[in-house]
């Protein structure tokens, strides 16, 4: 591999503050879900990862056990996830009906934003924006 130039470099920083700043410009939707930012997170995993362990969940979310066991109470008190005994000492962690709702919703908030956002800009500029969209998809799923 060769050695990052100066310019590989600056576009990596640059694309590092955009990708924040996207998130947290389509982040200000996630109110309206009702439920926390961590909250959220734990939701999201269980939505793109299927369901996990309880030590999955604090592994992916950087946090203790414990951390995650309040959390997980918590989201299953809302109705939006279910636990199922796999042993006598873990259990799986799943999305409800309730919970994948919730995370749909939320996608459409966010990305009614971005939509929104994007619309007014000339069709060669979103054309650009697609463009870097696949680049970054591209560079940061290793099954690519």
Sequence with gaps: ????SMRTEQVADQLHAAAI?????VRKEDVASGVT???LSVLSVLAFGGPQTLGALATAEQVKPPTMSQLVSELERLGLVARKP???RSQEISLTRK????MEAGRR?????LTKAIADLPPEQID???????LMVAITDPAL
């Excluded at 700043?21 to 410009?25: A, E, Q, T, V």
């Excluded at 908030?109 to 934003?113: N, P, Q, S, T």
């Design 86 to 88: 796999i042993d006598r």
């Design 1 to 4: 591999m060769a050695k990052p």
């Design 99 to 102: 919970g994948r709702s919730l």
């Design 128 to 134: 650009r924006l697609a463009q870097a969209a696949g």
């Design 109 to 113: 908030r966010r990305l009614a934003r």
């Design 37 to 39: 930012g961590a909250q």
């Design 21 to 25: 700043r996207l998130l947290r410009y």
